[in-house]
């Protein structure tokens, strides 16, 4: 409604059950999944389509207790798409910045979307919460399964991606590291190899 009648832009944050879950809830999740991905998500009426695998989910948060790790989860499906975001309006005096205009556009690709994060690098980035850290910098095959393990659905063929944001935080002493500089270089350059002319 919002989208035929307003053209207002619409975002979805779709789930894939867990293991535990029934055949008749994944059932469901699954019919719904296809309804919006085949009559709104393809056509570009529902983007982003945000795909979070909640098993995956699961397992990266299994040392929280029930109580805070549900929290958790969304917190970080929302943490990440806020910050994306918010960052897209900064400026960098290192290397070329995603800009908002680049946000839309890869917001609006239509089809599917996930997100993801990794850690490189000092041992203090290592409280990570259960998500992926590679401990040393210059460790470019850890950094390379890192960026294909990420992404919070499991299988997703990054090949086949139509577009890719990556976003490097980091203190700028650390941004005074060679070996910081040739891990970021690393991955920009490992994600452009992956995704080809996405």
């Not at 529902?46 to 299994?62: A, W």
């Not at 210059?138 to 499991?154: R, S, T």
């Amino acid at each position: 409604i919002c989208y035929k009648n307003f053209n207002i832009p619409l975002a979805v944050v779709c789930t894939i059950p867990d293991d535990e879950k029934d055949s008749t809830e994944k059932n469901n999740a699954v019919s719904v999944f296809k309804d919006l991905y085949n009559d709104y998500a393809v056509k570009g009426m529902i983007s982003p389509f945000i795909l979070v695998d909640n098993q995956k989910m699961l397992e990266i948060y299994s040392h929280l207790p029930i109580g805070s790790m549900y929290r958790s989860i969304n917190d970080y499906v929302c943490d990440f798409i806020h910050k994306f975001n918010t960052f897209s309006n900064k400026t960098s005096k290192y290397m070329t910045t995603i800009d908002t205009m680049d946000t839309a556009r890869l917001w609006s690709l239509g089809g599917c979307c996930t997100v993801g994060k990794f850690t490189v690098g000092k041992s203090k980035l290592h409280e990570n919460n259960g998500q992926i850290a590679v401990p040393h910098p210059l460790d470019f095959e850890g950094i390379e399964e890192a960026i294909k393990q990420c992404v919070v659905v499991d299988g997703l063929d990054l090949s086949s991606a139509k577009g890719v944001g990556v976003i490097a935080v980091a203190p700028e002493y650390f941004l005074q590291d060679e070996n910081i500089s040739k891990a970021i270089k690393f991955t920009f350059a490992k994600v452009k190899e992956i995704i080809g002319d996405g």
